[in-house]
């Protein structure tokens, strides 16, 4: 499903002539058929669309890391030109959590798994990384999940 949209999106990005947008899916379908060929070795099945989710999701991040590199180097149009890429890459992930509902979903998984110290900590991300996959800053989870517990 979301290679169908990949494509759609390559498509109207050709279209209206908008190489921003046109050369960031370019990438995400080069990142994609990367790992599709890595998996091929293992298996004759291409990544689905949970993985492509995590492939996205790594995508954003090394963009937030670029961003911080550009702006201590004084390059903001590249800087820039990171925002824009991870608005368009973001486009294709589901919606993310906000705190309130990060805030939420970790009480009950706390609820759900008996958590009762720190030791839990594990049993409490391995809930929401089943049940929230590529719908939250899980880091941010762990260091909620944390604070609740202690």
């Given at each position: 499903?979301?290679?169908?949209?990949?494509?759609?999106?390559?498509?109207?990005?050709?279209?209206?002539?908008?190489?921003?947008?046109?050369?960031?899916?370019?990438?995400?379908?080069?990142?994609?058929?990367?790992?599709?060929?890595?998996?091929?070795?293992?298996?004759?099945?291409?990544?689905?669309d949970?993985?492509?989710?995590?492939?996205?999701?790594?995508?954003?991040?090394?963009?937030?890391?670029?961003?911080?590199?550009?702006?201590?180097?004084?390059?903001?149009?590249?800087?820039?030109?990171?925002?824009?890429?991870?608005?368009?890459?973001?486009?294709?992930?589901?919606?993310?959590?906000?705190?309130?509902?990060?805030?939420?979903?970790?009480?009950?998984?706390?609820?759900?798994?008996?958590?009762?110290?720190?030791?839990?900590?594990?049993?409490?991300?391995?809930?929401?990384?089943?049940?929230?996959?590529?719908?939250?800053?899980?880091?941010k989870?762990?260091?909620?999940?944390k604070?609740?517990?202690?």
């Amino acid at each position: 499903m979301l290679r169908e949209k990949f494509n759609t999106a390559m498509k109207e990005a050709m279209r209206s002539k908008d190489r921003r947008r046109l050369s960031t899916i370019r990438l995400i379908m080069a990142a994609v058929k990367d790992r599709d060929i890595s998996v091929r070795t293992e298996s004759d099945s291409k990544v689905g669309d949970s993985e492509i989710i995590d492939i996205l999701s790594r995508m954003v991040k090394q963009r937030f890391d670029s961003i911080k590199a550009y702006e201590d180097a004084g390059r903001q149009e590249l800087a820039q030109q990171e925002s824009d890429e991870i608005d368009i890459i973001r486009e294709f992930l589901p919606r993310q959590l906000d705190m309130s509902e990060i805030e939420a979903a970790v009480k009950q998984a706390i609820d759900q798994t008996s958590a009762s110290g720190l030791k839990d900590i594990g049993k409490i991300m391995a809930s929401l990384k089943g049940e929230y996959s590529g719908q939250m800053d899980f880091s941010k989870a762990s260091a909620m999940a944390k604070d609740i517990l202690s």
